[in-house]
């Protein structure tokens, strides 16, 4: 249970654009559209709702809607 705890806390951690680039596209399946600094800057100003904290990102609560936004928005 003590191993779960921890996974929360990380994907709750805010961290920069390029911390959250490089462990989203680490941990992608394959298949799966990969980000680049610009298609995450380009999801940044579509919704600007998601991020109140500045240039702040964490798997919980980007991650699963930037994987959608890839799906319907680019051929990556």
């Known amino acids: 249970m003590k191993g779960n705890k921890e ?13 959250f680039f490089a462990s989203y596209n680490q941990n992608l399946p394959t298949g799966f559209p990969r980000a680049s600094a610009a298609l995450l800057k380009e999801f940044q100003i579509t919704h600007p709702s998601l991020f109140k904290k500045g240039n702040l990102w964490s798997v919980a609560r980007h991650r699963k809607k930037l994987i959608d936004w890839l799906h319907t928005h680019h051929d990556v």
Request: no cysteine.
């Open 7 to 19: 996974e929360i806390r990380l994907s709750e951690m805010l961290v920069p654009m390029t911390a």
